[in-house]
DNA sequence: CGGCGGCTTGATCGGTCTCAAGTACGGTGG
DNA sequence: CCACCGTACTTGAGACCGATCAAGCCGCCG
């Protein structure tokens, strides 16, 4: 069950501490009329949980700073990370009061927090918010589908995809692109960590990326890649 | 681009010609409160397509009898089969304007049609035929998940829950399973024909199944199938 | 009867996993 | 400041599973 209560207690394991509490939790619309979240901002430590499977879906999430990964454990212990989020992706958005999937932090983030329950009056009276909440379903099906295609691929051309995709989704664009481990990779596109490391330095060597400090990937050549990917 | 005339078109190629139609294509909702298609009610024939990628999408279809697959054309020309679609399950639902998926008939099949825009329209005014829609939505990417998982079993494993899956979707239940193609199969779990074909066997020589006439599966023992399944 | 589509079976090849060391980096404590 | 440790990553050798290429089989329909 993940109350506020222990938002709060998953937040202060970050050793900064928590950001402030400001007004009561309230979306509201900007002046483009995106669904805005005045409410709640809250900060997550490295590799600490938004919430878990089979927590009970309270509330949405909109990720301002940092990385996080949603997935599923398997009944044979293995990890399925099911999505990447980067800052301005909404998530927590699930068809039932139970969350299927876990949510964790990969680097140090910061989310606006807003109760789906709240958002979902909303959209009951107001058809514009109806419309981009359906919106974002579709664009969630159709990751989920983009997914399924990348899982069936080779390793080389599914890193390379996924290398892409990354570059493409998060703010920074091309310079420094990676803080997610290797493993959270291989997991994510269903290989063992030395084969995406391997492949790594494979696709490092034909110049598309560049392996600066560890932890740190860098596109430099964006048609090789997509090459690679094809 | 899908028109009435096209689906009449397509149901014609059914040998023995398209059902009949009836009153104005209208949505209600019978006694249990269930989104009901009083209206249309098309044939199609064995690989007749109900719509394709890049149509727009104009109709939501409920299936009355036969199977349906959907699937999307790679850039490499393989095909992936998103999903089978079996009586009683609503498809063509999608989230833009724009089919992201081809649907088409595995055996002869019937459909009700109802206008997408007809039902959207219903929703923003009900409630509770927007919560069904929501539940659909929800069962769709909570399978598209399901389906990664399955993608990253083995053979056997992989093969054993689709029966597993099938076998608890398809009406007649344990009894004859399967008028699914070889190729189809291999398609949704990314395999080849062969490998579904010699896994199948080796499934059947453990008892768990009997492949009776070609292109039938009876299912004989759930729990050993279960068992491969893990 | 002939031909074709769907399925089976066999032999070989190759990519990814597995197991096993070894390396680079950052943090912590002496 | 350095020695130590743990975590993340790299690299190598070999095994294994599924792909690929190639026949052949079976049932159905013309």
Redesign the interface.
Known sequence: MLSLAAVNATALTRPTGHSSYRAPCNAVTDRNGQVEFGGTHVAFARNAQFYGEGDSSIYLYKLTSGLARSY?I???GRR?I?AFYVPGDLFGF???DIH??SVEAITEARAHLIKRATIMNIA?RD?EI?RQL??Y??????R??D???Q??ESARAAVASFLLEMGRRIPGADAVVLPIPRQDIADYL?LRLETVSRTMTRIAKSGAIALNDKRKITIRNRSILSQLA?
């Open positions: 599923r398997r009944p044979d399925q099911v699930e068809f039932s299927t999937l009951s058809e109806a359906w919106s379903a579709g664009r969630e099906i159709r989920n589908q997914h399924i295609l899982l069936s269903d094809s």
